[in-house]
């Protein structure tokens, strides 16, 4: 079992780019075998956009994004796999305003792990939400790019990691994408633990 705590500072092209947000990771096999389905989990814990953030008080982060990994190894050499991607983010408030465009999503695709991190390229849909009229949602043909690359080790088991999530609409000649409909989150996870 692989854990991980850290702190990410990202732009972002939503509303609450720039505010940095508490990540925890767990990665487990399913199944005591050599070629076991892994399941690699995130959890994001940030402000409600337009809010600010304080990483020594907890009661500021408002809002959650959870993503799940699902892989299955071909051999113990191979580090390519296919893989599944799903995810969701929503508030704690109880508000009804989306947190993000891309509120919920799931995809298939292949997933290149390594001891320096991970890259997943998928293809699938989402539920993308309009930037000007958030409220009305649009199911879409959708790829995403996610990514995470170990830059240097700080101190001890403290690392800090490139992360980054890309989602593009296809344009396969049905739905119509809000205009700024693709989703872009780039930064930078400061964090240590069993990875």
Do not use: C
């Not at 409220?135 to 700080?154: E, F, G, H, I």
Request: charged share 20%; net charge neutral.
């Amino acid at each position: 079992m692989d854990a991980g705590l850290g702190v990410v500072a990202s732009l972002s092209s939503e509303a609450s780019a720039g505010e940095p947000t508490a990540e925890l990771s767990l990665g487990f096999d399913i199944a005591d075998a050599n070629k076991s389905p892994r399941m690699d989990l995130v959890a994001r814990f940030g402000a409600l956009p337009g809010a600010t953030v304080d990483l020594a008080d907890p009661t500021t982060f408002r809002s959650m994004g959870l993503e799940g990994y699902l892989s299955q190894p071909l051999s113990p050499v191979l580090r390519l796999k296919p893989a599944a991607l799903i995810g969701l983010e929503f508030r704690f408030s109880g508000e009804t305003e989306p947190l993000h465009r891309a509120a919920r999503f799931g995809y298939l695709g292949v997933r290149f792990d390594s001891k320096a991190g991970y890259l997943f390229l998928g293809a699938g849909g989402d539920e993308r939400l309009s930037t000007h009229e958030r409220s009305t949602p649009q199911y879409l043909p959708s790829a995403t790019v996610a990514w995470r690359v170990r830059l240097a080790n700080l101190t001890g088991k403290v690392d800090a990691y490139l992360t980054g999530r890309v989602l593009l609409f296809l344009r396969l000649g049905y739905g119509t994408p809000s205009a700024g409909s693709d989703v872009a989150q780039i930064g930078v996870l400061i964090g240590g633990g069993k990875r």
